[in-house]
């Protein structure tokens, strides 16, 4: 089905959202533009207007009209919060989404007020901004990605294409699971663990600190394991490799499969 925008790297509009469609108050000039992401995360995935756009490649979006600047928003979860449990409990998502990603992006809005990203799109900010921009700006980035690699319908393993160059990089699932294991785990401090599409087109497993991105790297991120503290300590305390259990319950390999194919 053909989308209702059009796409190209950096930015995409959405030619069919008019003002009152959707029950979208406040677009005085019947234009919504969005912050398309086409790369890892693919371009805007929904509309934060009543009701929700949800589309099924991405999530990014900005909105703005001739009376207010564009403005960073938390994007809309593909599940509910309390979907994730036993795994990840609906306190850790109130927290972990709807308070630290929150604060990223609230302080991302306030920090480019009337600089050069003030009208840029997250992956022009994080790719360029550098101390307190870039840091608001990647964690934004990266926890919408890691929200995104999610499914309270717990696929287990990949197939396909995907499950073909795990074998062929690690020999197989499992050595795969322990080698992301031992890369999230060994992580030291504040961080994120990463497979990643190498620009030779193969997958690789990175380990980044505080809010670094592979996105500056050249490398695709497929999957992310945040192994900050704040996105295991309610359900599993201090014990990371067990929130690594967890974690492999609720991967979404048809979302991994998807980055992969892009
Ligand atoms: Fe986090």
Same mark, same amino acid.
């Given at each position: ?36 992401e ?7 995935a929904?509309?934060?207007?009543n ?8 999530l ?19 599940y ?17 989404y ?37 840091n608001?700006?990647a964690?934004?980035?990266n926890?919408?990605?890691?929200? *995104? ?9 990949p ?5 073909e ?20 785990v060994g ?10 599409k ?5 997958l690789? *497993? ?24 704040h ?12 929130y *690594? ?11 991994v ?6």
């Amino acid at each position: 089905m053909a989308r209702p925008y059009s796409v190209n790297k950096t930015a995409c509009i959405v030619n069919d959202f008019k003002a009152g469609k959707n029950g979208a108050a406040g677009v005085s000039d019947g234009l919504c533009l969005w912050a398309a992401e086409k790369s890892p995360i693919g371009a805007a995935a929904r509309c934060g207007y009543n009701p929700p756009r949800p589309f099924s490649d991405g999530l990014f979006h900005k909105t703005h009209n001739r009376s207010t600047k564009m403005e960073h928003k938390l994007p809309e979860l593909p599940y509910a919060l309390d979907a994730l449990e036993p795994h990840l409990s609906k306190e850790t998502l109130e927290y972990h989404y709807g308070k630290h990603h929150q604060t990223y992006i609230t302080n991302l809005n306030n920090q480019i007020k009337g600089t050069e990203f003030e009208n840029a799109s997250l992956e022009e900010i994080v790719k360029k901004a550098e101390g307190g921009v870039f840091n608001n700006a990647a964690q934004t980035w990266n926890h919408t990605f890691y929200w *995104l690699g999610f499914t309270p319908k717990g696929q287990g393993r990949p197939s396909g294409a995907l499950a073909e160059a795990i074998d062929a990089k690690w020999g197989s699932f499992e050595a795969f699971q322990k080698a992301f294991d031992t890369c999230a785990v060994g992580t030291f401090g504040s961080g994120w663990a990463w497979l990643v599409k190498t620009p030779s087109g193969e997958l690789d *497993l990175v380990s980044t600190s505080n809010a670094a991105t592979p996105l500056n790297s050249g490398n695709i991120p497929l999957l992310t394991c945040d192994v900050w503290e704040h996105a295991y300590y309610i359900d599993y305390r201090n014990s990371r490799p067990n929130y *690594l259990n967890g974690f492999w319950e609720i991967v979404n390999w048809d979302e991994v499969a998807r980055r992969f194919a892009a």
